[in-house]
């Protein structure tokens, strides 16, 4: 008999353990991934998320900036030079006039203004005096006269330009170096049909002549930091007279990058015109560029938008598809957004859960009677957690039923003026508004109770009168007592100190604790309310003359959705929440909540604290 217990012993083993024990590693194997799937997938959404919510603002921002950029074009007149970026928006590279579906690059000259037909035929003289004649001093006389009738300042420009030039071959060299250092200080942004403005001529020639060097330099300075659009033959021609540098280097790639874009033209003003795109990004390092229709006075224009000084910090946005970057959108064609490393990471909690799992299927193959007590007493933990739930669901809906029916009944007895005087009318009013602040403090119970079970849940700490605090909790409950035939015997001592506290957490303790009082009295109507300073702590005491708590119900009246259950208080209604959130309250002023009571002969409910450590 021996070996056949013996096997059944171990085919009882196997189905209480070792196959349980299988099913359990297999579904911890599939929980696991599961899990691992999962974070993927909320990685994934979270990423998208964060995706789309950045086209949004990075659109929304473009469309802003365009229509400030229109508006001031509207208002101003342009400048004969665009700027990469200008006062409107840092993050504007440029804005270049489409006339006659001819993009006029930033720094194509923009003559506007008529000229001096006196001035051209002056200029015309002097030319021929200056290269068929070969008289120095005949131009120069004949540009002076020029300079006298220039109208615009590309007109003063040239003038000035051409007179130094016919100066110098007149061997008027001090007054040549006048007019250049004239030009240089004065030339403001006019520049030949290459873009090429004539004060930067005035440098390079004073520079030649070894003259005026820190103000030549000076004035390069200025233009290499200046929001100006240089053209690539004035960059070129910084370039060979300061030799190659970093700034002149990268001014001309951005220039590049103008031209390049200025050829992109034509498929960016079908894409946007088709409705395809609201902006196409173009170039390594992006450029959102977009086109706008002629509105009178201002033509049609093209915007280009730097990216780098569009994006928040952070977010880096780029044009090449990669595997970690995401493309935003048709409305921003061709550019991809590259989070940076680590801003949406899965949690690191797979490991460790798996180690658990491992130990916890340890535990359950070595202990096995105590792994079997332990689940079944988590099964039993997890059922009676569902009923209390259950039971919580209902007892709330049960509360905010009965605030709400009155509500009802009595607004709509006012409503069809069925109240027989103002007595009448206003005791429906008094009573509506008790029955509002009634489910008002249901609600608040609810919510905080969530707040508390969710971490959430913020005290707002000042400087409290207690007294003042009691006494409103007091005045609040008036008329709920006073209609159940309650009275309150208030007592506050005025001595106790002001402490830090958060004033409307206390108040609506006391609230709760006086509802149960209410709740819990029975036949007897007296309920008591003190304020005492006792071993220096502030103790705020409710006491009622009821029905009473059995000692082994005291130790767990503080847990959620915990209800005594006897004869008496199956039939009164609550939520289970009520001591929970005092005991929450208490705890974070750094107090207690302690409860004195004996069945029949009522409870007193005591909150302390202290005053010290409040201060």
Not at 169 to 177: D, H, I, S, V, Y
Not at 284 to 294: C, D, G, M, S, Y
Not at 364 to 387: F, H, P, S
Request: no cysteine.
């Amino acid at each position: 008999m021996a070996r056949p217990n013996r096997r059944r012993q171990l085919l009882l083993f196997g189905f209480a353990v070792l196959m349980p024990a299988a099913v359990l590693a297999g579904l911890g194997i599939r929980v696991l991934r599961q899990e691992s799937e999962l974070a993927h997938t909320r990685l994934n959404d979270e990423e998208r998320r964060a995706t789309e919510q950045l086209a949004r603002e990075l659109t929304s921002r473009l469309e802003a900036l365009k229509l400030q950029e229109i508006n001031l074009r509207i208002r101003s007149a342009s400048s004969p030079r665009l700027a990469f970026a200008g006062a409107s928006n840092p993050a504007t590279v440029f804005i270049a006039e489409i006339i006659a579906d001819r993009l006029i690059l930033p720094w194509e000259s923009h003559r506007n203004g008529a000229g001096s037909a006196l001035f051209e035929q002056l200029r015309l003289k002097g030319e021929s005096e200056e290269f068929a004649k070969q008289d120095g001093a005949a131009a120069a006389q004949a540009y002076r006269e020029a300079l006298s009738q220039a109208r615009t300042p590309w007109e003063q420009g040239e003038a000035q330009l051409f007179l130094a030039r016919a100066l110098t071959k007149a061997g008027r060299q001090e007054e040549a170096l006048k007019t250049y250092r004239a030009l240089l200080r004065g030339g403001g942004l006019a520049a030949d049909e290459e873009g090429i403005p004539y004060r930067l001529y005035a440098a390079e020639r004073l520079l030649s002549a070894g003259k005026d060097t820190a103000d030549v330099q000076s004035y390069i300075r200025e233009e290499i930091a200046s929001n100006h659009a240089h053209s690539p033959a004035e960059l070129y021609m910084m370039q060979s007279m300061f030799g190659k540098t970093g700034q002149i280097s990268a001014l001309i790639r951005r220039s590049e990058q103008i031209q390049a874009a200025a050829r992109s033209l034509a498929r960016v003003r079908t894409r946007v015109e088709s409705g395809e795109s609201q902006w196409i990004a173009d170039g390594k390092e992006p450029w959102l560029l977009t086109v706008t229709a002629p509105a009178p006075p201002v033509p049609g224009l093209l915007f280009a938008v730097s990216t780098a000084k569009l994006a928040s910090q952070g977010v880096k946005l780029v044009s090449a598809r990669t595997p970690s970057s995401e493309p935003l959108g048709p409305a921003l064609a061709g550019l991809n957004v590259q989070w940076e490393p680590g801003r949406f990471t899965a949690g690191q909690g797979s490991g460790m859960t798996a180690a658990l799992f491992t130990a916890g299927l340890a535990l359950v193959l070595g202990l096995t009677i105590l792994g079997g007590y332990l689940l079944l007493r988590d099964v039993n933990r997890d059922v009676k957690m569902a009923e209390l739930r259950s039971q919580f669901v209902a007892n709330v809906s049960h509360e905010l039923k009965t605030p709400l029916t009155a509500i009802r009944m009595f607004a709509e007895t006012l409503m069809m003026g069925r109240s027989r005087d103002e007595r009448t009318r206003s005791e429906y009013l008094e009573t509506i508004v008790n029955e509002s602040e009634r489910l008002a403090r249901l609600v608040d119970n609810v919510l905080d109770f969530s707040k508390i079970e969710q971490g959430k849940k913020i005290y707002r700490m000042r400087p409290t009168s207690l007294p003042d605090v009691v006494r409103s909790a007091a005045r609040a409950m008036q008329y709920p007592l006073s209609q159940q035939g309650f009275t309150l015997d208030l007592s506050v001592d005025d001595d106790v100190p002001e402490l830090k506290a958060d004033p409307d957490a206390v108040e609506q303790a006391i609230l709760n604790l006086l509802t149960n009082a209410m709740k819990y009295s029975g036949e007897a109507r007296e309920i008591s309310l003190r304020l005492a300073g006792v071993n220096g702590h502030a103790v705020i005491a409710v006491q009622d003359r009821g029905e009473g708590i059995a000692q082994e119900d005291q130790a767990r009246i503080f847990e959620k959705y915990y209800r005594t259950k006897s004869h008496e208080t199956s039939t009164i209604a609550g939520t289970g929440l009520g001591l929970t959130l005092v005991a929450h309250i208490a705890k974070a002023h750094g107090g207690r909540i302690e409860v004195q009571s004996s069945p029949g002969e009522g409870s007193t409910f005591s909150i302390s604290i202290p005053l010290e450590a409040n201060a």
